[in-house]
């Protein structure tokens, strides 16, 4: 009997010793999901971030490409009035030198 008890002691022990161990690691286990959860967590935050500056990028762009594009009409406009005004020196020049020359 003592036999018995004692190696029911010893049995005790060692469920004793592996529980420890057992819970030892669960702690670490959390730890570690904690651990996770915070890294998540911020690069959540980061990627947040990155995208509201793409988009504050984005809008910017946009404007940009608005504004060169009613500085193109801008200057096709004056591009057309710069052709009639060299092709105008142009009948000047003709009509001078003719009327030179007839003279």
Do not use: P
């Not at 022990?13 to 959390?30: A, E, H, P, W």
């Not at 052709?83 to 003279?103: A, E, G, N, R, T």
């Amino acid at each position: 009997m003592l036999k018995k008890s004692s190696s029911l002691h010893q049995s005790e022990i060692q469920i004793d010793k592996k529980t420890n161990n057992l819970i030892k690691g669960l702690r670490i286990v959390k730890q570690i999901a904690q651990d996770l959860n915070d890294e998540i967590t911020d690069s959540r935050k980061y990627f947040e971030r990155v995208n509201s500056d793409m988009l504050d990028t984005k809008n910017i762009l946009d404007e940009t490409l608005r504004k060169l594009n009613v500085l193109k009409r801008k200057l096709n406009q004056v591009h057309g009035v710069y052709c009639i005004f060299v092709l105008f020196i142009f009948i000047v020049i003709f009509v001078v030198y003719y009327w030179i020359k007839m003279s």
